[in-house]
């Protein structure tokens, strides 16, 4: 993709995320991701219906009538996006490839970062670590971001989500907020988010495309394995076929919620053929009513 055509997307997705992190998702964010605490701000007078127990008692004094003292939340956060950037993100059956909707969810998050004056950073991987982008505030850096998912070009085709997981524990001292976004083609995983989720607030976000499982019934097709490189051929006229891979994926989807609940870390899953805000809306609200 040529420089100029990568501006152009990240401009486009720009404008089309501001929206959507204005008017729904800003509120919700903060709302969900709440500061480390509370920092005392300024005193004021006392005034009825105030709280007591915030009296500043030493000002007071001085003064001749209470003050009480004002805290306000100490918002400053850090959000890590894990971006599976293996050659199975790059699937799609219909308007959009896996990997596109996994752009523009970490585009919305890290615009709602910004606006909340939180710091993003970012990890690309495969079944190696392919880039790291250090945390830092500003519109510059989330837009460097944005064009590193659009222009990077992965060395490898694999998936270790295992990896990823411990990378994020030795190079994020500060607890975080990471979004781990895959389509979880992976395996042995699941101790490393157990960790992971006991020093920061992991939410995996599976991106999925339901032609994965429902194919159309077009005969003997040859398909390919994205990330093995490997050719096999499936009927898919087959009754059997469209069953079995229906009730396998479902079956492995389940488990992959029941094992990361078990782990301690909340799971979204976001189908490619539907609107996604509505289940990320839905999704941080129902966080927030477990808080």
């Not at 040529?2 to 903060?30: A, C, F, P």
């Not at 006392?46 to 009538?65: C, E, K």
């Not at 250090?134 to 060395?155: C, D, M, N, S, W």
């Not at 499982?213 to 499936?234: C, M, N, Q, S």
Request: aromatic share 10%; with cysteine.
């Amino acid at each position: 993709m040529e420089t100029r055509e990568i501006l152009k997307k990240v401009r486009q997705i720009e404008i089309k995320t501001r929206g959507v992190v204005n008017e729904i998702l800003s509120g919700e964010y903060h709302a969900v991701f709440k500061g480390r605490g509370m920092d005392f701000a300024e005193v004021r007078e006392y005034q009825m219906g105030d709280d007591v127990r915030l009296i500043d008692w030493n000002v007071s004094a001085r003064m001749g009538h209470p003050y009480i003292k004002i805290f306000e939340e100490e918002r400053e956060l850090l959000v890590m996006l894990l971006c599976d950037v293996s050659s199975s993100a790059h699937f799609g059956s219909g308007r959009q490839m896996k990997v596109d909707m996994a752009i523009e969810l970490a585009a919305v998050l890290a615009f709602s970062a910004l606006k909340n004056n939180d710091k993003v950073g970012m990890i690309l991987f495969t079944d190696h670590i392919e880039k790291f982008i250090v945390p830092k505030k500003g519109k510059t850096h989330i837009l460097r971001i944005l064009r590193e998912l659009y222009a990077f070009k992965p060395q490898r085709s694999g998936t270790n989500l295992r990896l990823a997981l411990e990378y994020l524990n030795r190079v994020t001292k500060k607890r975080s907020i990471a979004f781990l976004i895959s389509d979880f083609f992976g395996a042995d995983f699941e101790r490393a988010a157990s960790i992971v989720g006991q020093k920061h607030d992991l939410i995996a976000v599976h991106v999925f495309d339901p032609r994965e499982y429902l194919l159309p019934k077009v005969g003997l097709v040859r398909l390919h394995d994205a990330e093995k490189g490997t050719p096999f051929w499936i009927d898919t006229a087959d009754p059997k076929i469209h069953h079995g891979l229906r009730t396998r994926f479902e079956q492995w989807q389940t488990n992959l919620k029941k094992n990361f609940q078990r782990a301690g870390v909340d799971y979204m899953a976001l189908p490619v053929d539907r609107p996604y805000i509505p289940t990320v809306v839905q999704f941080f609200k129902e966080r927030e009513r477990r808080r």
